[in-house]
């Protein structure tokens, strides 16, 4: 049985970070999700960075009582969050994008109860799972891929799951590889966890987890079944897009850190990768085999996804070297989304 203190023991705080710039098309959506948490609203912060909106963001961030920073002078929406974690009160920090749904109303109390309980687990990572806003594609690259690309899925290691204890799942990576991209869309860390790795330093989503793994947490949790809507894109047209502005990313990461994750011992080198999705065979082979395993037709986006991530490569590759010294070039190349919130 619970003693007393641990029944009167006091709410932690929890901060919901959220970098956007010409969000207004999406962003709504979002906060509504943070505002239908059954969590203390009294416990809840929300930050949003902005990086120059021109379009009404920052008043929609207002009016769901979230505090706006003025961040025009970050390059990107990874420092935008460094610049926001600096500012960030909570206990808890979650990391949400503009086009991120919470899934379900109890997902951030589960993530931090199971936090509590489990202090050797860095975070809490969140499915993610189809919506009914969703295009097919969409829902194909963040469901069936949950990485929403062909590339990255193919360059990434399958995680342990070691146990389920009710709706608590723990999971970790195989030994001696980081090649997962761990940390963003809803992930829930500890604020003192981000502060002994320097995060408000050094950030960048998917190094921080791996930071962590590095120091020893090796373990993550999962709430079974919950987690975020990922509206990632909506069409081929803005795949290629992101994938051109995603992988701009890639080389400025890789120049600034000197480490990203998809060289963290990955399953396959990159060149072999981009071999498959242009082969035709490995993207029809696992097509089919898709369609199949999980009597899923929207498996049907592999073959064009898969085409589409190369383009992708080469456009950013091409890009960055046309444009290497703009300081905004990647939140330039960021696409505007348009979602219509729920009623």
């Given at each position: 049985m619970?003693s007393?203190?641990e029944?009167f023991?006091?709410?932690?705080?929890?901060?919901?970070?959220?970098?956007?710039?010409?969000?207004?098309?999406?962003?709504?959506?979002?906060?509504q999700s943070?505002?239908r948490?059954?969590?203390?609203?009294?416990?809840?912060e929300?930050?949003?960075?902005?990086g120059?909106?021109?379009?009404?963001?920052p008043e929609?961030?207002?009016?769901?009582?979230?505090?706006?920073?003025?961040?025009?002078?970050?390059?990107?929406m990874e420092?935008?969050k460094k610049?926001?974690?600096a500012?960030a009160?909570?206990?808890?920090?979650?990391?949400?994008?503009a086009?991120?749904e919470?899934?379900?109303?109890d997902?951030?109390?589960?993530?931090v109860?199971?936090?509590?309980?489990?202090?050797q687990?860095?975070?809490v990572?969140g499915?993610?799972?189809p919506?009914?806003k969703?295009?097919?594609?969409?829902?194909y690259l963040?469901?069936?891929l949950?990485i929403?690309?062909?590339?990255?899925?193919l360059?990434s290691?399958?995680?342990?799951r070691?146990e389920?204890?009710?709706?608590?799942?723990r999971?970790m990576?195989?030994p001696?590889?980081?090649s997962y991209p761990?940390?963003?869309?809803g992930?829930?860390?500890?604020k003192?966890d981000?502060?002994s790795?320097?995060?408000?330093?050094k950030f960048q989503d998917t190094?921080?987890?791996?930071?962590?793994m590095?120091?020893?947490?090796?373990?993550?949790?999962?709430i079974h079944?919950?987690?975020?809507?990922?509206?990632?894109?909506?069409t081929?047209?803005n795949?290629l897009r992101?994938r051109r502005r995603?992988?701009?990313?890639?080389l400025?990461?890789?120049?600034?850190f000197?480490?990203?994750?998809?060289?963290?011992?990955?399953?396959i080198p990159g060149w072999l990768a981009c071999f498959?999705?242009?082969s035709?065979?490995?993207?029809?082979?696992?097509t089919?085999?898709g369609?199949?395993r999980d009597?899923?037709?929207?498996w049907?986006?592999h073959?064009?996804?898969?085409?589409?991530?190369v383009?992708?490569?080469?456009?950013g590759?091409?890009?960055?070297?046309r444009?290497?010294?703009?300081?905004?070039l990647?939140?330039?190349?960021?696409p505007?989304?348009?979602?219509?919130p729920?009623?």
């Amino acid at each position: 049985m619970p003693s007393n203190s641990e029944n009167f023991a006091p709410t932690p705080s929890v901060t919901f970070i959220i970098p956007v710039l010409n969000a207004a098309g999406i962003l709504e959506n979002c906060l509504q999700s943070i505002r239908r948490q059954d969590y203390p609203l009294e416990k809840i912060e929300i930050i949003l960075a902005d990086g120059g909106s021109t379009d009404g963001t920052p008043e929609i961030g207002k009016k769901y009582g979230a505090v706006v920073i003025d961040d025009r002078v970050s390059r990107h929406m990874e420092d935008s969050k460094k610049v926001a974690l600096a500012r960030a009160g909570g206990e808890f920090i979650v990391f949400v994008d503009a086009d991120n749904e919470l899934t379900h109303p109890d997902y951030v109390r589960l993530a931090v109860q199971a936090l509590q309980k489990n202090p050797q687990a860095l975070g809490v990572e969140g499915y993610y799972l189809p919506s009914s806003k969703m295009t097919s594609l969409c829902a194909y690259l963040t469901r069936r891929l949950h990485i929403s690309d062909p590339i990255c899925w193919l360059m990434s290691v399958n995680p342990i799951r070691l146990e389920r204890a009710g709706d608590v799942e723990r999971w970790m990576l195989p030994p001696d590889t980081y090649s997962y991209p761990l940390g963003a869309n809803g992930f829930v860390y500890r604020k003192a966890d981000l502060d002994s790795v320097q995060a408000k330093e050094k950030f960048q989503d998917t190094h921080i987890a791996m930071f962590l793994m590095q120091a020893g947490k090796r373990e993550w949790l999962r709430i079974h079944g919950r987690g975020v809507h990922h509206y990632y894109v909506d069409t081929l047209w803005n795949f290629l897009r992101k994938r051109r502005r995603a992988m701009v990313h890639f080389l400025n990461v890789r120049s600034e850190f000197g480490v990203v994750w998809l060289q963290e011992k990955p399953p396959i080198p990159g060149w072999l990768a981009c071999f498959y999705c242009v082969s035709f065979v490995g993207p029809v082979y696992h097509t089919v085999l898709g369609v199949f395993r999980d009597r899923d037709l929207r498996w049907l986006w592999h073959l064009p996804a898969s085409l589409a991530s190369v383009a992708g490569v080469v456009w950013g590759y091409v890009t960055h070297k046309r444009h290497s010294g703009e300081q905004k070039l990647v939140s330039r190349l960021q696409p505007r989304q348009k979602l219509e919130p729920k009623p």
